[in-house]
């Protein structure tokens, strides 16, 4: 067996030949969204779709709370932030809290019902088995295991590609069961291994559940990929077995790094490097405190270049299966105290809301690794409540105990995740 540091010093020596034997057709692929919730509201500019956005804060909290579940089976330890929000935002001068918003208009959209949701989320595809069948998946960072609806699911998976495990050459039943709880529900099926292709490289024997029943976040009319390929680390496996990116790594298939694009058009994800094509200058990077999440240090938050609150002991963790950016309560408070004319929109959206005016949305900024990344106001916009009103991108959730940095903040810039030097990296979108 190798030990991990001679993994990463073959996987150097192999990076070169990987290199060259990529020269034809790089290992990517194009990331899509379907009903993007964050562009349906940003398409009229009113902000609509608050129950797709509390649904999706409750998915992220479930998956949060099923990783360190995970974290305790696989490592005998409690995971630091199982106790809840542990460090602290302080205010740089003393605010009023933000004005609250008790009602609004009739013409608002903001308390329509929703019909047509779906998630919001970044999917592309893999095979899987021999012959290989072809499944779209959602890439997420936040969760580690690759699960896909089976032949045999009831109708919860209805609308889906199934994976036939009896058709795989490749195909073996571990005999392992599995309950992923998502949101308001729960994966559940059998682990198998088998052959999955991804970006044109090929990983054998990776654990891949092989779901019998799917959650109501998972139906095809609220989920449109098939199933989810979770890109964090091994410690969050609720298999207990490798994420397929790491699996690809120890094979000797990839370098261990990744890019990530996320934007309206010509997302990707990009495997053993990063796609110079995308940004433009050089990466500014920020070590891991922990790898099990890509978790960061969160140090200070920015409004219009000002610092407005210090942190201390606070963890950010970056995330593209989530939408917002969200934080604790009381951070996300004092930071839109902060803004002039922001407002508590708590009574009207539900708790953890605000808005700021349209004609004055400010850039925030968010320092990590002593260096500040701002999100853009087009982006930390979500659209008009009423008036002047608009909803900020930031959100507080009091039941996430760190903040995630989801796709508010990740669609400001490319993004690698470089598991081999335990960091990750922020540059300019070309
Ligand atoms: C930042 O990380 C990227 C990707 O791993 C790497 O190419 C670059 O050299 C790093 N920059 C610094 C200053 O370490």
Known sequence: MYTIHELYQLADALSLF????????????????????LASSKRDGVFKNIDS?????????????????????????VHPAVAGFRGALTATSTNPAPEKLTSISKRATAAEPLTDFEEDLWFGTI??????????????????????????????????????????????????????????????????TDTVTIAGLTARSQAVGASNQYSVDFEVDEFPPDGLVGMAFPALSTFGDNPLFTTLVNQGTVPPVFGVKLADTGSELFLGGVDTALFTGAFRNVSLIEEDFYALNLQALDVNSETVATATGVTAIVDTGTTLLLGDTEGVEILYSTIPGA????????????????????????????????????????????????????????????????????????????????????????
């Open 18 to 37: 990987y290199l060259v034997a990529c020269a034809v057709a790089l290992p990517k692929i194009p990331l899509s969204k379907r009903n993007d919730i």
């Open 53 to 77: 956005f509390k649904k999706q804060i409750a998915k992220t909290n479930s998956k949060i709370q099923s990783g360190f579940a995970a974290f305790e089976r696989n490592t005998g330890n």
């Open 127 to 192: 095979t899987v088995g021999t012959p290989p069948q072809t499944f779209t998946v959602d890439i997420d960072t936040g969760s580690s295991d690759t699960f896909l609806p089976a032949v045999g699911c009831d109708s919860t998976c209805d609308g889906h590609t199934l994976y036939n495990t009896a058709a795989s050459s490749t195909a073996v039943d571990t005999e392992e069961t599995y309950v992923l709880e998502f949101g308001s529900g729960s994966a559940t099926g059998t682990i198998f």
């Open 343 to 430: 407002k508590d929109a708590s009574a009207i959206l539900g708790e953890g809301f605000f808005t700021v005016p349209c004609n004055r949305i400010p850039t925030v900024g968010i320092t990590l690794g002593n260096q500040i990344f701002n999100v853009a106001p087009a982006i930390l916009n979500l659209g008009v409540l009423e008036g002047n009103d608009c909803v900020g991108g930031v959100v507080g959730s009091p039941g996430i105990p760190f903040w995630v940095l989801g796709d508010i903040f990740l669609r400001n810039f490319y993004t690698v995740f470089d598991q081999g030097n335990a960091r990750v990296g922020f540059a300019t979108l070309r």
